[in-house]
């Protein structure tokens, strides 16, 4: 009973894949053709490949470098500038100054040049030699490296003991022009009538 019923079986699954249809069928190509070369005709000889025309490479130029700085060309020294003496700078100073404000002060004020009434330096070793302004001397040490234009005299002093001969042995004879010049600055001022803060 079992083998008759085993065998049932296999016979329905057979009938049952046998009824799916298989696809055998060939995929389409394309005839040969058959067409029979007769005696004498020329056998055909496949064309020959023409091989491409080889481009060149394009040349690449060589990366250029750095370009190079020419020097910086080193000026020559300047030969130094030899300094006048101690008393020439104070006279050619007084000189350039007062050459200097005869032009400027009619352009700049409307008004002439009149020079400083008194022009002279002091040693405050010698009581004798300290200037009076309006009148009064004042104690020593107020002499002592010091410049200054009184206003009263009209007149421009400085110590000509410690104060000049040290500026003038430090840093030469501009820097004695330029302290005349700072108090020509206030007779200007005075002249100009600017009264307002002075340095």
Do not use: K
């Amino acid at each position: 009973m079992r083998v008759r019923l085993a065998l049932g079986l296999v016979v329905a699954m057979l009938a049952s894949a046998c009824s799916q249809s298989l696809d055998v069928s060939t995929p389409d190509v394309a005839p040969l053709d058959t067409t029979a070369v007769e005696p004498g005709d020329a056998t055909p000889v496949p064309p020959t490949p023409v091989p491409p025309t080889p481009v060149p490479p394009t040349p690449v130029p060589p990366t250029p470098g750095p370009t190079p700085v020419p020097p910086t060309p080193v000026p020559p020294t300047p030969e130094p500038v030899p300094q006048l003496s101690f008393d020439d700078a104070i006279r050619l100073s007084q000189l350039d100054i007062e050459a200097y404000w005869e032009r400027r002060l009619p352009e700049v004020y409307g008004i002439s040049f009149e020079p400083v009434a008194a022009f002279d330096g002091y040693f405050p070793s010698d009581p004798t030699t300290l200037p009076s302004c309006g009148g009064v001397v004042a104690p020593v040490v107020e002499y002592e490296e010091n410049a200054f234009y009184c206003p009263f005299d009209d007149a421009i002093s400085w110590d000509n003991e410690v104060l000049f001969p040290s500026l003038y042995s430090t840093y030469g004879d501009f820097a004695v022009a330029l302290v005349l010049a700072h108090e020509y600055g206030h007779a200007i001022q005075e002249r100009a009538r600017e009264l307002g803060p002075t340095i």
